[in-house]
């Protein structure tokens, strides 16, 4: 409750904090020991600090493919971004008007949410079996990654175009804008904000996903499959190198999406701060 | 609406239909329909077979594997619902400034975007044999042998779990909680309510919609998942996502996919059921 700082904040703020370090831990953990000595371990004491297992992730025989499922990782990943911002966006516009079929549309957003990944990635193996098709990680392993940020999209498209204010679209229409000088002009400028972030869950979504890429990948592997064969057979700290260097790239991801935002923020306050209060 | 419009509303759901038609429902159908396919070692045969069904159903492996998910789903639903409303709680009621409400929050949701294998494998240093916690254990005395429940068991499962997944509950309580207006918690306030009555009475109920949609997430997320079973059980525990891949690698299709209706219906019912709390459209 606001008021003055009794012991139940300390004690939830000592529960927070645990929770924090509870998320972050292990994985701090990984990446200390990702720089271990080429004699060290999987587990503490450090033997040393080297980069001898980051130098080890790039001789394609000791790990299997990583430079490859890395890059098919990436490709992957941008166009999944790519076609999720620009599905989302434009579903989200045509959801604010009412046409038959958007309850079904809906629910079935909601549906590719909830049904569990393995049945999607089970189906599509499936179909494409049936069908006589090989399974490729740019064809059904798109469509299948499709599947989960699309529903991530749109929820946060609703979400987006909830709070916007159709009236600055009014007035450029009273000024005699086109429908699409609209969009390009007004709509687009103030959502672009939520757009990147639109876009930060596509690219992360994609780019970790396993379940859905398990039968959907075919016959070259995506990194996070690579990963999940490696823990079978790869007693080594290579392992934690590969996870700080995916972990990175994540980071990285995520780092960019807020810069954009920043640059984005600060470029609306100077070119009239309307924009800025709608988004 | 005028036709020129609908037509071009029509074509702006296009992508997002076409995707859901050609990678949900045409896939899940196509699960359906060879469910009741027959099939031999070799290859499967279009029939019209419940055999699939009968072996799978007639089996107490199956039983006992679905009891052993829901058991998951069940435990990993409670410790995630009392962290993540807590969790929640704290940073919605008890930190002032809305900035650092916005950094703390995003502290919670930045581990979303980051590979979930390798937040799973960053236990292993951790709580291995001569992980961390057993040596810091054996050091203060505690214990005299590595404790071996630690990884590869039940309880490293439901504690993966709980650390990949507590965020699908923070992140909707947490909305639902800033939208309650405040006058009603001075309301209560001045009405004689002490703090745990206000959260008993006010919050709680209000917080309803949140707190089913993020159950929604961790009862599917669960009942489906066979990567943190097989990873942090190594291999002990069975999940019916498990049972699944291993009809797959025997290339018994028909078996996986009767497997998977049943998993499906299962999920659907329970879901159902807990959307009769919620309208997730007015939650957004």
């Keep these: 409750m606001p008021g003055r700082r009794g012991p139940a904040y300390w004690l939830l703020a000592g529960f927070f904090a645990l929770f924090v370090l509870f998320l972050y831990g292990p994985t701090i953990t990984i990446l200390v020991l990702s720089f271990q000595g080429p004699k060290g371990g999987l587990t503490f004491p450090m033997n040393g600090v080297s980069l001898h297992w980051f130098g080890n992730l790039f001789e394609k025989q000791m790990v299997g493919d990583f430079a490859g499922s890395f890059k098919r990782s990436m490709v992957l990943g941008l166009g999944v971004m790519v076609v999720t911002v620009v599905a989302s966006f434009s579903a989200g516009l045509a959801f604010r008007n009412r046409f038959r079929g958007s309850g079904v549309l809906f629910y079935l957003a909601i549906a590719s949410l909830i049904v569990p990944s393995i049945l999607i990635s089970l189906g599509i193996g499936l179909l494409y079996r049936v069908l006589g098709w090989e399974t490729a990680w740019y064809s059904s392993g798109f469509g299948a990654h499709l599947t989960w940020t699309l529903p991530f999209g749109l929820l946060i498209m609703f979400a987006v175009f909830n709070r916007f204010d159709r009236r600055y679209e009014e007035a450029a229409r009273d000024l005699g804008a086109t429908p699409w000088q609209t969009i390009r002009f007004v709509v687009l400028p103030i959502l672009l904000p939520s757009l990147v972030g639109v876009g930060l869950f596509g690219f992360t979504l994609s780019y970790d996903e396993f379940a859905r890429s398990l039968y959907t990948a075919g016959t070259f592997n995506t990194l996070p499959l690579e990963i999940y064969g490696m823990t079978t057979n790869v007693t080594t700290p290579v392992l934690y190198a590969l996870g700080t260097v995916t972990t990175g790239v994540s980071f990285l991801a995520i780092g960019l999406a807020f810069g954009v935002f920043a640059i984005l923020r600060r470029r609306q306050q100077r070119h009239g701060s309307d924009a800025g209060r709608a988004a | ?284």
């Design chain 2, 1 to 284: 609406m005028n036709r020129a419009k609908s037509w071009v509303t029509y074509l702006q759901v296009a992508p997002l239909a076409l995707v859901f038609l050609l990678f949900l429902i045409v896939p899940i159908a196509t699960i359906v329909v060879v469910s009741f396919f027959d099939y031999n070692t070799t290859q499967i045969i279009p029939a019209f077979l419940l055999q699939n069904y009968e072996e799978l159903l007639l089996s107490p492996v199956t039983w006992r594997t679905y009891q052993q998910t829901v058991q998951f789903a069940l435990i990993t639903w409670a410790l995630t619902l009392l962290i993540g409303f807590t969790v929640a709680y704290f940073v919605a009621f008890h930190v002032r400034s809305s900035t650092m409400q916005t950094v703390l929050f995003l502290l919670c949701t930045i581990p979303f975007w980051t590979s979930n294998v390798i937040r799973m494998i960053s236990w292993i240093p951790f709580l291995g044999r001569h992980g961390l916690a057993n040596t810091t254990l054996m050091n203060l005395g505690l214990i005299d042998q590595p404790l071996e429940f630690l990884l590869y068991s039940d309880f490293s499962v439901v504690l993966a779990y709980v650390h990949l997944y507590t965020l699908f509950m923070v992140v909707p309580i947490f909305n639902s909680m800033v939208r309650i207006d405040r006058s009603l918690l001075e309301a209560a306030r001045d009405g004689g309510a002490s703090a745990w009555q206000t959260l008993w009475a006010v919050i709680v109920p209000l917080c309803k919609p949140g707190i089913a949609i993020g159950s929604i997430f961790i009862v599917t997320i669960v009942m489906g998942d066979f990567v943190t079973v097989r990873l942090m059980s190594g291999g002990q525990s069975a999940s019916v996502g498990l049972m699944m891949l291993n009809a797959m690698s025997l290339l018994q299709y028909p078996a996986a996919a009767a497997n998977a209706v049943v998993l499906l219906l299962l999920v659907l019912f329970t879901v159902a059921a807990m959307m009769r709390l919620v309208d997730i459209r007015k939650e957004l």
